[in-house]
């Protein structure tokens, strides 16, 4: 028979008045035989309403939100082929077994299989947006569907008409892994295992932000470890008065980076101390040429004087893993940043080829960047294509901290405030300037062994500064 089918709520037992709460289908779908028009829910059980012919949707007479009963009308089916659904309301368990037989791949024909394959976009679309309307408004259905790379031969279509299925209503028990047939099937696209989504909605249902949530988190996270619990959110108003400060963009996009850096690089910190006893007393014979030459001379310069010339010796420092993360990008240059601290933030300009200019040089250009990062004046490219970066506490305070790696680069060198300290030496304590300095460096691209070489090679030029000469 060919025509239009009225489609109808079947008999559902015991309930009536169900809530509508989600539309698989949309009008102009091919539909085959039992292929779920609609998804049911009652308080005890959700299910979904299959379509007992083949045809394409006509009319779809119901909303989400509506409530139905046995004998409703669903969806009206045109160029149909199939029984009209009048019988199946009430009709008794033995033709309803029947009618589930005809609907078994190979029975339903392939008229149906076609129609369901030719459906597929516009209905994922459909539950797309069904998806995103049930996340303000209603609560998710539950139903089984294959997962965890179960095969697609269990898709609803083929399969028999599943029973209304009871639902854990124990209060305040979370109910594991209920998902739309919709959110499922996205996350089965994403590569996620649903049971490992953390539900938001009732019942703690998951939705489809949860899912995306979910990725999102695996991908800042570097994938593979569970995502932390998201902090309570705690209104520090409720304790004593508050002022409220909107970061600047700059404290935003260095927040972001900041951020990045520290959840995708695995950072190891090497500690060591430097004598700069000697350098202090050359530094201070320098000071009446410094001052001629208008140039301020501090400790930071030789600090990257030694790191330039310690990255000219040890190259995998001055590298960069590639996108792929299987190629280490040696860089033939020697580009240090210097962190400057400003008003609206942290900046890192870029001093280029350090290795190649003195302490008077570096000390000039440092200053002159320092000072244009305070006022603003630096441009995007002064700030790119380190292949290290040097940060200096040492006219602040503190004995060592753990710098956070500038990535894409892999190591960064903390400098804290040299301080005269008693070392023993030939049997005895003798007062020596120590400067700490602490290098934080990317593990996968740098092993410890390598790293408290680097750093001892820098402390030892920064002892003897002719090592420099070598
Ligand atoms: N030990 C002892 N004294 C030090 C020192 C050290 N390691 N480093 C610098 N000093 C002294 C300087 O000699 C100078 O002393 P005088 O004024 O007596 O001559 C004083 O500290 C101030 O130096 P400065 O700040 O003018 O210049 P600088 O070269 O030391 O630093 C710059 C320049 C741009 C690195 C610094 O101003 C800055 O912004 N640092 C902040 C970096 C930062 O915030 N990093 C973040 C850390 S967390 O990642």
Same mark, same amino acid.
């Given at each position: 028979?060919?025509?239009?089918?009225?489609?109808?709520?079947?008999?559902?037992?015991?309930?009536?008045?169900?809530?509508?709460?989600?539309?698989?289908?949309?009008?102009?779908?091919?539909?085959?035989?039992?292929?779920? @028009?609609?998804?049911?829910?009652? *308080?005890?059980?959700?299910?979904?309403?299959?379509?007992?012919?083949?045809?394409?949707?006509?009319?779809?007479?119901?909303?989400?939100?509506?409530?139905?009963?046995?004998?409703?009308?669903?969806?009206?089916?045109?160029?149909?082929?199939?029984?009209?659904?009048?019988?199946?309301?009430?009709?008794?368990?033995?033709?309803?077994?029947?009618?589930?037989?005809?609907?078994?791949?190979?029975?339903?024909?392939?008229?149906?299989?076609?129609?369901?394959?030719?459906?597929?976009?516009?209905?994922?679309?459909?539950?797309?947006?069904?998806?995103? %309307?049930?996340?303000?408004?209603?609560?998710? $259905?539950?139903?089984?569907?294959?997962?965890?790379?179960?095969?697609?031969?269990?898709?609803?279509?083929?399969?028999?008409?599943?029973?209304?299925?009871?639902? %854990?209503?124990?209060?305040?028990?979370?109910?594991?892994?209920?998902?739309?047939?919709?959110?499922?099937?996205?996350?089965?696209?994403?590569?996620?295992?649903?049971?490992?989504?953390?539900?938001?909605?009732?019942?703690?249902?998951?939705?489809?932000?949860?899912?995306?949530?979910?990725?999102?988190?695996?991908?800042?996270?570097?994938?593979?470890?569970?995502?932390?619990?998201?902090?309570?959110?705690? %209104?520090?108003?409720?304790?004593?008065?508050?002022?409220?400060? $909107?970061?600047?963009?700059?404290?935003?996009?260095?927040?972001?980076?900041?951020?990045?850096?520290?959840?995708?690089? $695995?950072?190891?910190?090497?500690?060591?101390?430097?004598?700069?006893?000697?350098?202090?007393?050359?530094?201070?014979?320098?000071?009446?040429?410094?001052?001629?030459?208008?140039?301020?001379?501090?400790?930071?310069?030789?600090?990257?004087?030694?790191?330039?010339?310690?990255?000219?010796?040890?190259?995998?420092?001055?590298?960069?893993?590639?996108?792929?993360?299987?190629?280490?990008?040696?860089?033939?240059?020697?580009?240090?940043?210097?962190?400057? *601290?400003?008003? *609206?933030?942290?900046?890192?300009?870029?001093?280029?080829?350090?290795?190649?200019?003195?302490?008077?040089?570096?000390?000039?250009?440092?200053? *002159? @960047?320092?000072?244009?990062?305070?006022?603003?004046?630096?441009?995007?490219?002064?700030?790119?294509?380190?292949?290290?970066?040097?940060?200096?506490?040492?006219?602040?305070?503190?004995?060592?901290?753990?710098?956070?790696?500038?990535?894409?680069?892999?190591?960064?060198?903390?400098?804290?405030?040299?301080?005269?300290?008693?070392?023993?030496?030939?049997?005895?304590?003798?007062?020596?300037? @120590?400067?700490? @300095?602490?290098?934080?460096? %990317?593990?996968?691209?740098?092993?410890?062994?390598?790293?408290?070489?680097?750093?001892?090679?820098?402390?030892?030029?920064?002892?003897?500064?002719?090592?420099?000469?070598?």
């Amino acid at each position: 028979m060919s025509g239009r089918i009225e489609v109808q709520v079947p008999d559902l037992g015991e309930f009536e008045d169900v809530d509508v709460v989600e539309i698989l289908v949309s009008r102009g779908d091919p539909v085959g035989v039992e292929d779920p @028009l609609i998804v049911l829910e009652s *308080d005890k059980a959700t299910m979904e309403v299959p379509s007992s012919g083949a045809g394409t949707i006509a009319e779809i007479r119901v909303s989400v939100g509506d409530k139905v009963s046995a004998g409703d009308v669903i969806v009206v089916l045109e160029g149909a082929e199939g029984k009209a659904q009048t019988e199946a309301a009430g009709e008794p368990e033995e033709k309803k077994g029947k009618r589930r037989d005809e609907a078994e791949p190979g029975k339903a024909g392939e008229a149906d299989e076609r129609a369901r394959e030719e459906r597929k976009p516009a209905r994922e679309d459909e539950e797309a947006r069904a998806d995103r %309307d049930a996340e303000s408004k209603r609560p998710e $259905p539950e139903r089984e569907e294959p997962v965890r790379g179960e095969p697609e031969a269990e898709e609803p279509s083929a399969g028999p008409r599943r029973p209304p299925e009871s639902v %854990d209503e124990t209060p305040g028990e979370r109910v594991p892994a209920h998902a739309s047939p919709a959110v499922r099937r996205f996350a089965r696209e994403l590569g996620v295992e649903v049971e490992q989504v953390e539900g938001s909605g009732p019942k703690g249902r998951i939705l489809r932000s949860d899912v995306q949530e979910h990725v999102k988190r695996i991908v800042r996270t570097g994938g593979g470890t569970a995502p932390p619990a998201a902090a309570p959110a705690v %209104d520090p108003a409720k304790f004593g008065p508050v002022d409220r400060e $909107p970061l600047s963009r700059l404290r935003r996009t260095a927040a972001a980076n900041l951020h990045r850096a520290w959840t995708q690089v $695995p950072h190891v910190t090497q500690h060591d101390e430097a004598d700069v006893t000697d350098l202090e007393t050359f530094r201070a014979g320098l000071r009446d040429e410094a001052g001629e030459r208008g140039v301020k001379l501090t400790p930071v310069a030789f600090v990257v004087k030694a790191s330039a010339a310690a990255l000219l010796r040890f190259e995998r420092v001055s590298s960069q893993l590639d996108a792929s993360g299987e190629t280490l990008l040696l860089k033939r240059y020697v580009h240090v940043g210097v962190a400057v *601290d400003t008003p *609206d933030g942290l900046v890192v300009p870029v001093v280029r080829d350090a290795d190649r200019k003195g302490v008077f040089e570096l000390a000039a250009e440092i200053a *002159d @960047l320092a000072g244009r990062a305070r006022s603003r004046r630096l441009s995007p490219g002064e700030m790119q294509g380190a292949s290290f970066t040097v940060t200096s506490l040492g006219h602040v305070a503190g004995t060592g901290f753990t710098p956070i790696v500038n990535a894409p680069e892999v190591a960064i060198l903390g400098v804290s405030p040299a301080r005269i300290r008693p070392v023993w030496r030939d049997g005895a304590f003798v007062p020596r300037k @120590l400067m700490p @300095l602490s290098l934080s460096y %990317d593990h996968r691209v740098i092993d410890g062994v390598l790293a408290a070489r680097f750093t001892a090679w820098i402390c030892e030029a920064l002892g003897d500064l002719r090592r420099l000469l070598l």
